[in-house]
């Protein structure tokens, strides 16, 4: 009790003070209209900066949560522009096959989910599959319409194309502006050539000059680009020539694709393996 006593005694003045500076306050305060007007004004201002403080020092802690959701909100646009972009690359390649004309084959587009261009037995993963209308001995073009590969095998939502850089990749072709033909393989060496062999020793290559396929494949229709004459020399028999093919396509860097099946295939298949056919065959 002695010390509560001693505490008040040595701060009565100070409490004195300010109970004093109150009612000198509140007197003023209430006097007129006027500073009881200023007094309001004051005293909202210091209690908005104050609000203001709380509030900023709140918003500090919540940053990383609004972060977060913008990171969130950018991921969902992105993934809904990939989805817009890639329905207009298949319309654009739609449209643009459909404006050539052809008849005798079905197209349809796809982009590449997955290739390699650095193996032997390089592969392209598409993502569209037999739902997709894609069948195996589909012709693969790249978007530009040169030659890239063909399907191997489907599933119901994906598809994989053996690479035209695959040392099992075979296809005929010949050079623009002459009926000699030979047959198109990789060698494995440089991916960006390949090898049209067998080629008549009459067909004097130049080049530069342009090489397509003949229409004799089973998988590419005929007259389409698969590169241009680097350079030829002929075989140790002097009967035929070798000629280094650079590739039209550019095959590190295939996004969307050219799907294009041959609608009579199934027909001329059945006809090759009729039994008649089978017979003048035995006959021979």
Same mark, same amino acid.
């Given at each position: 009790?002695?010390?509560?006593?001693?505490?008040?005694?040595?701060?009565?003045?100070?409490?004195?003070?300010?109970?004093?500076? &109150?009612? $000198?306050?509140?007197?003023? $305060?209430?006097?007129?209209?006027?500073?009881?007007?200023?007094?309001?004004?004051?005293?909202?201002?210091?209690?908005?900066?104050?609000?203001?403080?709380?509030?900023?020092? %709140?918003?500090?802690? #919540?940053?990383?949560?609004?972060? *977060?959701?913008?990171? &969130?909100?950018m991921a969902e646009m992105k993934?809904?522009?990939?989805?817009?972009?890639?329905?207009?690359?298949? !319309? *654009?390649?739609?449209?643009?096959?459909?404006?050539?004309?052809?008849?005798?084959?079905?197209?349809?587009?796809?982009?590449? !989910?997955?290739?390699?261009?650095?193996?032997?037995?390089?592969?392209?993963?598409?993502?569209?599959? %037999?739902?997709?209308?894609?069948?195996?001995?589909? &012709?693969?073009?790249? #978007?530009?319409?040169?030659?890239?590969?063909?399907?191997?095998?489907?599933?119901?939502?994906?598809?994989?194309?053996?690479?035209?850089?695959?040392?099992?990749?075979?296809? #005929?072709?010949?050079?623009?502006?002459?009926?000699?033909?030979?047959?198109?393989?990789?060698?494995? &060496?440089?991916?960006?050539?390949?090898?049209?062999?067998?080629?008549?020793?009459?067909?004097?290559?130049?080049?530069?000059?342009?090489?397509?396929?003949?229409?004799? #494949?089973?998988?590419?229709?005929?007259?389409?680009?698969?590169?241009?004459?680097?350079? $030829?020399?002929?075989?140790?028999?002097?009967? $035929?020539?070798?000629?280094?093919?650079?590739? !039209? !396509?550019?095959?590190?860097?295939?996004?969307?694709?050219?799907?294009?099946?041959?609608?009579?295939?199934?027909?001329?298949?059945?006809?090759?393996?009729?039994?008649?056919?089978?017979?003048?065959?035995?006959?021979?």
């Amino acid at each position: 009790m002695r010390k509560l006593l001693e505490f008040i005694r040595s701060i009565y003045v100070m409490v004195l003070f300010v109970v004093l500076e &109150a009612i $000198a306050v509140g007197y003023y $305060a209430h006097s007129t209209y006027y500073t009881q007007a200023r007094l309001l004004a004051r005293s909202n201002q210091v209690v908005g900066g104050v609000h203001g403080v709380f509030a900023g020092i %709140r918003h500090y802690f #919540s940053l990383g949560r609004e972060n *977060r959701d913008l990171l &969130a909100h950018m991921a969902e646009m992105k993934e809904r522009l990939a989805v817009y972009e890639e329905a207009e690359t298949a !319309a *654009r390649l739609d449209s643009y096959m459909q404006d050539v004309g052809i008849s005798k084959y079905r197209v349809i587009t796809a982009s590449v !989910a997955s290739n390699t261009v650095n193996r032997a037995q390089n592969l392209i993963v598409l993502n569209r599959g %037999r739902r997709d209308g894609v069948a195996e001995e589909m &012709a693969l073009l790249a #978007s530009d319409g040169s030659m890239a590969g063909y399907v191997v095998d489907c599933t119901e939502r994906y598809s994989v194309a053996m690479s035209v850089l695959n040392t099992s990749f075979r296809a #005929s072709g010949k050079l623009v502006g002459s009926d000699y033909f030979g047959s198109i393989y990789w060698d494995g &060496a440089d991916p960006h050539t390949v090898v049209l062999d067998e080629l008549s020793k009459y067909a004097d290559p130049q080049p530069g000059q342009e090489v397509v396929t003949t229409g004799f #494949s089973q998988y590419f229709p005929a007259d389409v680009l698969i590169g241009w004459v680097e350079s $030829a020399e002929l075989n140790e028999t002097r009967t $035929a020539f070798k000629v280094r093919v650079r590739l !039209a !396509a550019e095959m590190s860097r295939l996004t969307d694709v050219i799907l294009v099946e041959n609608r009579d295939l199934t027909e001329i298949r059945d006809l090759q393996n009729s039994e008649k056919v089978e017979q003048h065959t035995r006959l021979n």
